[in-house]
């Protein structure tokens, strides 16, 4: 993990002080509420419909167990909001709400933050005291600028990783963070990273994706995209340069967001997000930054030039960390002691399958601690889970967790002799279910319970769907399907990249779920980042679940098994079209329609 220097530890507490200031002033009436609320916001505080919401930044998705452990204090000691506050929401509850709204949880979202939903604004300034102490903060996790950079779980440790892209994202956040040039640009900006052959990282669709790849002569470079994004008008990146010097990739950052910051909407907040702009003007975009960037190697002296030494410098905190001594097993003793194990308990089979990945390290493995389960929101953590999960890094992990895309945690530094020790301890913390990338391990935002701007919950909607497929068998044999739930347009579910994607949506002040088919984030290797499709007019809440299981039967009876294989959901539903998917998904709604009456 990237270790702060002092420089790095001082500006983290200097910035904690500032808001400290800040809010004093704010309470004491010296601070006018629009003068504020630009100040709280660049440190990651939102007002949303009951409570203020914190969001933490977890550059590159690494956290320590020490910082695991703070989460969980700030989770037990501060996410716990007035009583009056909580009345009221609670009373909304048959409109709004979940059957209980939790409390002293943190909640991992899918750009590798942790954020908080009920901590007063008058403990706020404590809490940021508190993140800083760990070298945490909540700087430019919104507003206007740069957000949280964000990477592959696996970086430093994919076995088809082709190099670590962490050392390059730790040098655009430093590069990034407070970018007096690009402090207001139009609109938010997000940048994600990766290394590997499999696209983890979704980075098709964000303002920047950036691709570490080799050229035919074996040099490092990225592959660069500009103008994804998600919200109303989903668009994958436009490809800029196809291979650009892994060296030059500041400088080349430096004209994509100048020109944006040029020429962006700044009159219309729904065309003001870079992928507007590129869609706008094409290629005339894309020969202004070529022209942007010869300026800044021509006649500026390419300030932003990554020499090799800073590379070093800044990859030496990457290197992998001092294992426990101990008197290995040879690998043969292990693979048989895992057969065996496996033979001995199906579960522990099914987790072996599912949630550990191969590691770079043949001794060593990455495994995903699933945070989905009944009766939990996807991607919620109490205070207990988080310090459990701190617990489990430390004894399994060398201290270290990641934030993954789908919303939980994954330990990269796991002996693979450890396996089963580890698998006993997550199944009696609750994180052991065999789930990862199948139905239930589904992506959803807080939607209309905690966020000011949803139209429709989403955390019911995933509680239902959940609650019908518990079946390990079942899910087994549906295989790999990506389901992503949104309560809004704003898309924080990435309901636009689910195999099935479902959207609420708000019809004459009702809840109401738009369900969509065929979207990929890029990750699965069969199939490039696209926009899943409409199956038609919208469902009730009730009539969700209904319409996800004809879609799935339909599934079931159009699949094809080739040399013993079952093909995939999104393998059927790109060959066979959508068409017998919509007649299953509407047929379900009619059939609804007749048992309501």
């Known amino acids: 993990m990237y270790q702060y220097t002092d420089f790095d530890r001082q500006f983290v507490r200097q910035r904690a002080a500032q808001f400290r200031d800040q809010l004093e002033r ?102 940021m005291d508190l993140l800083a102490t760990v070298d945490m903060h909540g700087i430019q996790t919104s507003g206007n600028c740069i957000r949280n950079i964000t990477s592959d779980e696996r970086a430093g440790v994919a076995h088809d990783e082709i190099a670590d892209p962490r050392p390059f994202a730790e040098i655009m956040r430093q590069w990034s963070t407070l970018h007096p040039e690009f402090a207001f640009l139009p609109r938010k900006f997000k940048i994600a990273i990766t290394g590997a052959a499999e696209d983890r990282a979704a980075t098709g669709w964000h303002d920047v994706g950036l691709h570490l790849i080799k050229n035919e002569a074996g040099e490092l470079g990225f592959r660069v995209q500009v103008g994804g994004g998600m919200g109303r008008t989903p668009i994958i990146g436009t490809v800029l340069r196809e291979f650009l010097p892994w060296n030059q990739i500041m400088n080349y950052l430096e004209a994509v967001v100048r020109v944006y910051n040029r020429y962006g909407r700044r009159d219309n907040i729904y065309k003001a997000r870079i992928k507007i702009l590129v869609k706008a003007e094409g290629q005339r975009y894309i020969d202004d930054v070529e022209a942007e960037y010869k300026q800044i190697i021509e006649h500026d002296g390419a300030p932003h030039t990554i020499t090799q030494a800073e590379f070093d410098r800044v990859a030496a905190s990457f290197v992998p960390p001092a294992l426990a001594t101990r008197v290995l097993q040879s690998a043969e003793q292990t693979e048989a002691a895992l057969r065996q194990h496996a033979a001995d308990d199906v579960m522990f089979a099914r987790w072996l399958a599912r949630n550990v990945a191969p590691h770079q390290n043949p001794a060593l493995r990455a495994v995903t601690l699933s945070f989905k389960r009944l009766k939990q929101a996807p991607g919620d953590a109490s205070a207990d889970q988080l ?109 636009h990249s689910g195999h099935i994607g479902i959207l609420g949506v708000d019809k004459d002040g009702k809840e109401w779920y738009q369900v969509s088919l065929g979207g990929s984030d890029g990750s699965d290797l069969s199939g490039a980042p696209l926009a899943g499709k409409a199956v038609g007019p919208s469902f009730t809440g009730a009539e969700v679940p209904e319409v996800i299981e004809a879609v799935l039967t339909t599934y079931r009876d159009t699949r094809q098994v080739i040399d013993g294989k079952r093909e995939t959901f999104i393998d059927t539903l790109r060959r066979v079209g959508p068409d017998p998917f919509k007649a299953a998904a509407n047929g379900a709604r009619f059939k609804a329609e007749e048992v309501a009456a």
């Open 26 to 127: 704010w309470q004491a009436g010296t601070l006018a509420e629009d003068e504020f609320k630009p100040l709280r916001l660049q440190n990651g505080w939102y007002v949303q419909r009951y409570a203020p919401m914190l969001r933490v930044a977890v550059p590159y998705g690494e956290l320590s167990s020490r910082q695991l452990r703070v989460l969980a204090r700030i989770a037990r000691e501060y996410d716990e909001p007035e009583a009056e506050v909580y009345r009221r929401a609670t009373e909304k509850q048959g409109l709004l709400g979940t059957k209980h709204l939790p409390t002293h949880y943190g909640h991992f979202t899918t750009r590798q933050n942790v954020q908080f939903n009920w901590i007063p604004l008058a403990k706020s300034a404590d809490v």
């Open 387 to 495: 310090d459990t999960a701190a617990h489990l890094a430390d004894r399994f992990s060398a201290g270290e967790a990641r934030v993954t895309h789908d919303q939980n945690l994954l330990l990269p530094w796991v002996h693979a002799e450890d396996l089963h020790a580890l698998w006993l301890a997550a199944r009696e913390a609750g994180f052991a279910s065999a789930n990862v990338r199948l139905l239930t391990d589904m992506i959803a935002c807080p939607g209309g319970d905690f966020c000011d701007l949803a139209n429709a919950r989403s955390i019911p909607i995933a509680e239902a769907i959940t609650e019908r497929y518990q079946d390990l068998d079942e899910l087994d044999d549906l295989g790999e399907i990506d389901l992503h739930i949104s309560g809004c347009i704003n898309s924080c579910g990435h309901h």
